[in-house]
């Protein structure tokens, strides 16, 4: 889990690095009553606002952030900023990608000889027939045993339609409840097959072993279904990846939790969103999307390749250090007495181009010519006072000068102390 790494922006600080600092939370972001729950949850979010930039997923878990702010400290944001004694905060969703193209090359790769022989050994157990796949840690959020108690619904009605392919790496073997809840799924398994299989057929083929990305993506092809249902999940990228892997000429159907992050992103004409705390549903989807006509498999599939393709991982991290960089100190203060000295944030004065086209205008207008010289300077102070309005809630920030120089140092190392007091 990264909680713990919830407060290093604030150990940065405090350390006197002032460079930008930002913060991207993959997992889900909880409701004001679920926090509550959470030992120092009201100490876990102050120390995320000492970061400059906060990155969520979802608009779901960015708006339950910002409920948690106003439930516990009263605290507003305006515009996708939180301004608190120490500065401002921003937050914005940063919904992550994969690489489209580096998934192509995937299929493409050769296996090593034993992973082969273990991909067409799986492979053979649905040679001639139709099967889902389903990849995912052994955790209880990721909803395994309702997706088993899903296929037990499906084959009761359906017999012998479909199968499962259930890949789930074991995850915090060493704690009682994964245990658990790990002899649960296998119990129930173990009850779909004997209930719903043959001598010659079983319903539900399980493996805890691990994949390479290149076995999963030849495996994610091969599979009808895509069977993508956690109770809660931040991102879920094997979605996008099951998607990514499809032959477009003969593509799958994605079954997706309205509840996992990827389902911001996927609409219902894309994926069929269903809520996973309902097995019926699950059973439902995954009957339609087997017997889902060609056409509408191939609409389905072209608009969510578009929009993976649209914006992928590199994408994201383009569009996050460029946010960042946004807090990044850029405009010397030395301009702008009045508002401090130090540096302060073009991120945070929008009519900062404004003042300094005026600027320049005024510098370059002739100073033989009065009139036009003092109209000039009229626009360089109604600019200024434009610009210095929206930025009187930042006076407590604690600046950033830039290098002393031989001749001002004395005089700006007085200006930090008396900031920092």
């Keep these: 889990m990264i909680i713990h790494l919830l407060p290093l922006g604030g150990d940065l600080h405090n350390l006197g690095i002032e460079r930008p600092t930002g913060f991207f939370l993959h997992t889900p972001w909880p409701t004001p009553d679920m926090i509550e729950r959470v030992p120092n949850h009201r100490e876990l979010m102050k120390s995320m606002l000492e970061y400059d930039l906060l990155g969520f997923q979802t608009n779901r878990d960015l708006d339950n952030f910002l409920a948690c702010l106003r439930t516990y400290f009263g605290l507003e944001s305006k515009d996708g900023v939180v301004t608190t004694e120490r500065g401002q905060t921003r937050v914005q969703k940063f919904p992550i990608g994969i690489d489209p193209r580096q998934f192509a090359e995937y299929l493409a790769a050769e296996l090593s000889p034993a992973e082969q022989e273990k991909i067409s050994s799986l492979l053979q157990n649905f040679e001639g027939a139709k099967f889902a796949i389903g990849v995912d840690r052994l955790d209880y959020t990721k909803g395994i045993d309702k997706r088993v108690e899903a296929f037990d619904q499906l084959l009761a009605g359906e017999p012998g339609s479909i199968s499962l392919l259930q890949i789930a ?12 809840y790990k002899e649960d799924v296998e119990n ?7 209930e719903h299989g043959t001598e010659e057929w079983r319903p539900i083929h399980y493996t805890n072993d691990p994949f390479s990305q290149a076995a999963l993506a030849r495996l994610y092809r091969a599979a009808h279904v895509g069977v993508v249902t956690p109770l809660r999940d931040g991102m879920n990228l094997v979605a996008k990846e099951y998607v990514a892997a499809q032959d477009p000429k003969d593509p799958g159907v994605l079954v997706l939790s309205k509840f996992a992050g990827a389902a911001e992103d996927f609409n219902e004409d894309e994926a069929l969103l269903v809520d996973p705390n309902h097995p019926e549903e699950i059973a439902d989807a995954i009957s339609k999307a087997a017997n889902m006509p060609l056409e509408e498999r191939v609409r389905r599939w072209r608009s969510m390749m578009d929009k993976i393709e649209s914006y992928t991982i590199h994408d994201w991290s383009a569009d996050y250090l460029r946010e960042l960089d946004k807090s990044r100190i850029t405009v010397p203060a030395d301009q702008f007495h009045h508002l401090g000295l130090g540096w302060t944030n073009e991120a ?14 005024y510098n370059e207008t002739d100073p033989a010519d009065a009139a036009l010289k003092e109209a000039a300077y009229a626009d360089v102070m109604s600019a200024f006072v434009a610009l210095a309005a929206p930025l009187k809630h930042t006076q407590d920030r604690l600046w950033d000068l830039p290098a002393p120089t031989a001749s001002r140092d004395g005089h700006r190392g007085q200006e930090v102390g008396a900031r920092e007091d």
Excluded at 169 to 180: C, G, I, L, Q, T
Excluded at 188 to 194: D, F, T
Excluded at 348 to 361: E, K, S, V
């Design 188 to 194: 129930a398994i173990n009850h779909v097959n004997a």
């Design 169 to 180: 790496p074991s995850s915090r073997a060493d704690v009682d409840e994964y245990r658990k």
């Design 348 to 361: 945070q004065m929008p009519l900062y181009q404004n003042y300094a086209a005026a600027l320049t205008a």
